[in-house]
């Protein structure tokens, strides 16, 4: 059983930057991949980011590339997304998700591969 925990929302404006952290309980994170997804008001949920066990495979979704980084520190049981250069269309609740897997070197894009999710914090970005 993991428990995740998400923290760094807030309100920013355009241009801006937040970093959002996503604490994780259990012993065996470094095992888990990690994603974040977001959903804006009256939109299904999409996804942002992923990253593998070791951190060393990161994916990003092309609406962010280049301007979010997903980071993890396994001693810390912690995954962190920074987020630069923010958008209006960046605003809204980001969760943090989690699956175990297997192998390293292994990212999920897809909301139904992944097991636990945190409770979300909101993010939005003023004009």
């Known amino acids: 059983q993991v428990q995740l925990v998400e923290s760094g929302g807030g309100l920013v404006q355009a241009g801006g930057s937040l970093r959002l952290s996503c604490a994780a309980s259990?012993?065996?994170?470094?095992?888990?991949?990690m994603g974040w997804f977001r959903q804006a008001p009256g939109k299904e949920r999409e996804f942002v980011t992923a990253?593998?066990?070791?951190?060393?495979?990161?994916y990003y979704a092309d609406s962010v590339k280049g301007r979010f980084t997903i980071s993890r520190d396994n001693a810390k049981n912690t995954v962190y997304m920074q987020m630069n250069s923010l958008k209006p269309e960046d605003t809204a609740v980001y969760y943090c998700?989690?699956?175990?897997?297997?192998?390293?070197?292994?990212?999920?894009?897809?909301?139904?591969?992944?097991?636990?999710w945190g409770q979300g914090t909101q993010v939005t970005v003023s004009s």
């Open positions: 990253i593998s066990w070791s951190g060393l495979t990161t």
């Open positions: 259990g012993r065996t994170f470094s095992r888990y991949a």
């Open positions: 998700a989690a699956r175990s897997s297997a192998l390293d070197d292994v990212i999920f894009r897809s909301s139904d591969d992944y097991n636990y």
